[in-house]
């Protein structure tokens, strides 16, 4: 199957005050919050979701499986449903095969802790995509139909990449029912970030150029946020601050942390935050300002406060070392964070106290091992 981010795409590649007495910490402070995973062989045609306590405390629990292809992409969400302790996951991951090398071969599936079931809510998915869930709860996809390869000829002459028909769609997640609420053409649009209540953030490349749009799931309105932001990657959103930050290309050799404002009038102003040489920086903001990236050179995490110069030095932070960090969430209280740690020789999840000390790293040679979400805090106090 051809993967979602074709090859234009990897040109750009894929965070001193007073301390507090120990006893005066808060006794939630202590306890390391569960998390929800995707686990399996890297070969095998079945996955299974877990909620797991990183510091061993406490076996995990399986809370359901699902089929798929051999070496399928697998990425999920939660939404969180009736039970606190169980929350609803939905998985994507490829069911069918691709005959020629098409990109929208996967399904979404619900997985029901409670109920003990998993179900097939609908196929069609762009590969390697994940679903997304707006603050309202709202939960989109990614869909479409390959479109026509390109001559031979005019690949040879410069990079032409494939155009398809692309559309976003609402699904319900109880019944599957599909609902479009955008359509257009071109290579990608990618569900980049949830925004303030049923809005979304879309990242939309086309021959033409690639546009930030921010799409009501509600109603289908779309605003366009900026008409062009160059080839772009690893967006999040700054609720409180109403900043979107991304990762971007300037050139070959010199990549860019960038944001934009999420709701000021078009076009929305870039402002560069961070410049290197590495196209894997990752940059994530978290809910005080903080922008973590992973360092060039594979140094491990590091925070970049909200206020800094365009050329400071970040703070390196990096609690498991040497190695390419990619920052995945921090919990609601802003406690925890959750990164996925790789090197030369393997790859962990790790959560770590974001001011630094515990740090707890989920691992195994044999799995291959995916961040789904934090569990909610009943869960992680069991």
Do not use: K
């Amino acid at each position: 199957m051809r993967d979602l981010h074709r090859p234009l795409l990897l040109l750009l590649g894929v965070l001193a005050g007073c301390v507090t007495p120990a006893s005066a910490q808060p006794r939630a402070a202590a306890v390391v919050p569960a998390v929800v995973l995707l686990r399996s062989a890297p070969d095998a045609t079945r996955t299974t979701v877990v909620l797991q306590r990183p510091d061993g405390q406490g076996a995990a629990t399986v809370l359901g499986t699902f089929a798929h292809l051999p070496s399928s992409a697998r990425h999920a969400a939660l939404l969180h449903g009736e039970s606190a302790t169980q929350p609803l996951t939905l998985a994507i991951a490829a069911d069918r095969e691709s005959p020629r090398g098409g990109s929208y071969h996967s399904a979404l599936f619900r997985i029901d802790a409670a109920a003990g079931t998993t179900t097939r809510l609908c196929g069609e998915l762009a590969d390697s995509s994940r679903p997304l869930v707006t603050a309202r709860g709202t939960v989109l996809v990614q869909r479409g139909t390959d479109g026509v390869d390109p001559a031979p000829e005019a690949s040879q002459q410069h990079l032409v990449e494939r155009t398809d028909d692309l559309r976003l769609d609402v699904i319900d997640p109880l019944t599957g029912v599909a609902r479009t609420v955008w359509s257009g053409r071109g290579q990608l649009a990618f569900l980049a970030t949830a925004l303030r209540d049923d809005e979304v953030l879309v990242y939309h490349l086309q021959d033409s150029g690639s546009a930030l749009l921010r799409l009501d799931a509600g109603s289908g309105q779309v605003r366009v946020v900026h008409p062009d932001i160059g080839l772009a990657r690893d967006f999040s959103y700054d609720a409180a601050r109403d900043e979107v930050v991304f990762a971007r290309a300037l050139s070959p050799s010199v990549y860019e942390i960038a944001s934009v404002r999420a709701h000021d009038p078009t076009p929305a102003t870039i402002t560069p935050r961070w410049r290197a040489s590495s196209d894997h920086l990752m940059p994530r903001v978290l809910r005080d300002g903080t922008i973590g990236l992973a360092l060039p050179d594979n140094r491990g995490l590091a925070w970049l406060p909200r206020d800094a110069a365009l050329q400071s030095a970040p703070t390196v932070f990096a609690p498991r070392g040497d190695g390419s960090d990619a920052l995945l969430a921090e919990t609601d209280d802003g406690r925890w964070i959750a990164f996925r740690h790789t090197t030369d020789h393997d790859e962990s999840v790790v959560l770590s106290a974001r001011r630094g000390g515990a740090v707890h790293a989920v691992t195994s040679p044999d799995e291959a091992i995916e961040f789904v979400g934090f569990a909610p805090a009943s869960a992680s106090a069991r």
